[in-house]
């Protein structure tokens, strides 16, 4: 009985470290691609100018806040303690449980995407970003696929939480062992 625990607590953490890194690969291919393919401010529109693409440099954190900040306070609150927060963030998913399957694959979703920005952030001093949505008056900021890891994440969680909250039941709620 304990050997099939141990196993299924292995087989959990396999499962999460491969969710995690291959958020972090997509969003570091993608970036690579386009670090290679494109100049900084290159603009390429798609669908009528809806959907762009823009390689931008963030050198501060969502929307460039903080982008004028004093060095090693940037580095404090946009590298290492987002980094801190990440690590215990997989410590968490890893430890924990009674965590469903829907919010451990979100959690890693979100993981992903916060350490492939923390990951250009350290080794380039900045963020590629390189994607826009435009319809009208929605418009987003330009970001990356990062992002859309976060982006989904948070989306994922919202949505279970919300199910959840209305009272519906279903298999897939289940917590992971």
Same mark, same amino acid.
Do not use: W
């Given at each position: 009985?304990?050997?099939?625990?141990?196993?299924?607590?292995?087989?959990?953490?396999?499962?999460?470290?491969?969710? @995690?890194?291959?958020? @972090?690969?997509?969003?570091?291919?993608?970036?690579?691609?386009?670090?290679?393919?494109?100049?900084?401010?290159?603009?390429?529109?798609?669908?009528?100018?809806?959907?762009?693409?823009?390689?931008?440099?963030?050198?501060?954190?969502?929307?460039?806040?903080?982008?004028? @900040?004093?060095?090693?306070?940037?580095?404090?609150?946009?590298?290492?303690?987002?980094?801190?927060?990440?690590?215990?963030?997989?410590?968490?998913?890893?430890?924990?449980?009674?965590?469903?399957?829907?919010?451990?694959? *979100?959690? *890693?979703?979100?993981?992903?995407?916060?350490?492939?920005?923390?990951?250009?952030?350290?080794?380039?001093?900045?963020?590629?970003?390189?994607?826009?949505?435009?319809?009208?008056?929605?418009?987003?900021?330009?970001?990356?696929?990062?992002?859309?890891?976060?982006?989904?994440?948070?989306?994922?969680?919202?949505?279970?939480?919300?199910?959840?909250?209305?009272?519906?039941?279903?298999?897939?709620?289940?917590?992971?062992?």
């Amino acid at each position: 009985m304990k050997l099939r625990t141990k196993s299924a607590a292995m087989l959990k953490t396999a499962a999460i470290l491969v969710i @995690i890194m291959a958020n @972090i690969g997509c969003d570091q291919v993608a970036k690579h691609i386009v670090r290679q393919k494109m100049d900084t401010y290159q603009s390429i529109s798609f669908m009528h100018d809806h959907f762009t693409l823009l390689r931008t440099e963030n050198t501060g954190a969502f929307l460039s806040l903080g982008d004028h @900040i004093y060095a090693p306070v940037k580095f404090v609150l946009l590298s290492l303690l987002p980094l801190l927060v990440l690590v215990g963030g997989v410590v968490f998913l890893v430890g924990n449980k009674s965590l469903s399957k829907i919010p451990l694959i *979100c959690g *890693c979703f979100i993981i992903g995407g916060g350490i492939g920005n923390i990951y250009d952030r350290l080794l380039y001093g900045s963020v590629t970003d390189f994607m826009h949505i435009g319809f009208g008056v929605f418009q987003t900021g330009i970001f990356n696929m990062a992002d859309v890891s976060v982006m989904v994440g948070v989306l994922g969680l919202l949505a279970y939480y919300y199910i959840r909250s209305r009272g519906v039941k279903n298999q897939e709620i289940e917590p992971i062992n």
